[in-house]
């Protein structure tokens, strides 16, 4: 690709093309634990596995599946929450050449029927906690194989044999002992190229049926390289830092496209010990913080980043201190959170991509960071800003148009969705339904998306610019704005508010703060408070269950 204007604000080791490894997305592993095999790799409440650890325990897993009849093309489905299992089963998988089918542990036994069913999986590996869901998705489909695991084998040492305290199915099989049955340690003879399908990552579903985005190892293998060296685990550069120093906070779930690139490969590139948290909750996520005394790198979403400063330990933390990079994506940070990050010393940079793009695309580089901007396209990778309508022409130099990505992180296609491929991915471009707008400089900021604009009276309004001045009123901690279907306007602006903890306040309050900071046509016309607003595993608020909520009542 020829040099590009915005490339001229990359961070001085960010190179500008990637000469990325022609082998498989698990070589970065295998790489990192022959280089430092006695590094610890992964943390999990107090229980340390070194990557040689891991190592071994992948390759047992991973010749005991192939015992089992698990071979190259096979989808594996991954029913895991955030554990040291994961880890193991994700590598074990991709040494046998099989597709990584991610799965909620949350879904729901409908969600979990229409996955194994759209890919054909034939083996998941589950856990104990939900065995309920499992056993009735089992007996709706063809799944033949189910492996579970307890989460608790990994807290007190590599696994120990529980199958018969978990009664399982006849024929079903427990995780612990197929890795202690297996001696064989050896790497599986798979011959694997970057073009194989190396993971399925199913989207949220807004529209319809989730689909899923079909990655390759080697949009895998671009993904991580560029994470790794852009978001560099030194504070200049990739050298920077020894390795037994390096570390990251790893909540953002395994099963999203983003924890999975930017947290857990990104570890194995940078050769980091994965300090390994199931779920988010903010107490024990500030104690993790201050015990570990350092975190290099903590990848999150806004909603964590929000409750993380807005809590009351914070303000008696020097959290700087505590945290070297924070890294935020999965939706739009709000720039007054971003301010309120900086202030407290932390080095911040924010980031864009979609399950499509293999997690990333676009970044903040770490010197140069323009506030509610996503960023610039990471090397070798390219955008273009086209008409909302037609898709097809080129939108004139600062205005807005939907966002088109290229790149080596792109997906090969939709599982079994040809239709949508073909909606979505044209001549090597990914549509993605964001509408944003460039500067001068290159630096492209979203405006909204595509699907979420409110039409009221004729006028396009982006709920991102109202909730930019909701996150500006002092006692409101999230905010989320749809459009409501109205008789005159076509369209009518509600806002959902969830308050800072201990204030009161009204909708006349809310309303008259709006009017001073926006357009009237903009202004919300109904507020609702609540305790909570939906989010995605993953912590991105879902717009759309409220809208679904708000249509739902008109129906009644």
Known sequence: MAERPWQKFYDYYVPQTIRYPQFPAQRIFQLTA?????????????????????????LRLANALAAQGVKKGDRVGIHLPNCPQFIVAYLAVMHLGAIVVNMNPLYTVNELQFIVENTSMETMITFDMFLDNVRKTAAATGLRRVI???????????????????????????FSELIENCKDTRPPRVPIVPSDPAMIQFTGGTTGFPKGALLTHGNLVAATFQAGLWASPGSYSPHSMPHQERSALCVLPFFHVYGNVVAMNWSFFGCATQVIVPRFDIDEILDTIVKAGHITYFPAV????????????????????????LNSGGAPMPVEL???????????????????????????PLAYNKAGSIGIPMADNDFRLVDVENG?????????????VKGPTVMKEYWNNPEETRNQLRDGWLHTGDIAQVDEDGFIFIVDRKKDMIIAGGFNIYPREIEEVLYEHPKVAEAVAVGIPHDYRGETVKIFVVLKSGEKSSEEEIIDYCKQKMTAYKVPKIVEFREAVPKSAVGKILRKVLRDEELAKLKK
């Open 392 to 404: 097809v022409e080129d939108v004139k130099p600062g205005e807005p148009g939907e966002l088109l």
């Open 34 to 58: 022959g280089v430092q095999p006695n590094k610890v790799c992964t943390s999990f409440y107090g229980t340390e596995l070194t990557f040689w650890q891991v190592r071994e325990q992948v």
């Open 148 to 174: 579970v695991t307890k989460i608790t084998d990994y807290i007190n040492g590599l696994g120990v044999s529980t199958a018969k305290s978990l009664d399982l199915e006849e024929g079903w099989l427990h």
């Open 338 to 364: 971003i301010e309120r990050v900086i202030d407290l010393g932390i080095t911040f940079n924010e980031g864009y991509g979609l399950s499509e793009t293999s997690s990333i695309t676009i970044a903040n």
């Open 302 to 325: 806004p909603t964590m980043i929000t409750a993380i400063v807005n809590h009351p330990k914070a303000a008696n933390l020097d959290l700087g201190r505590y945290i070297g990079l």
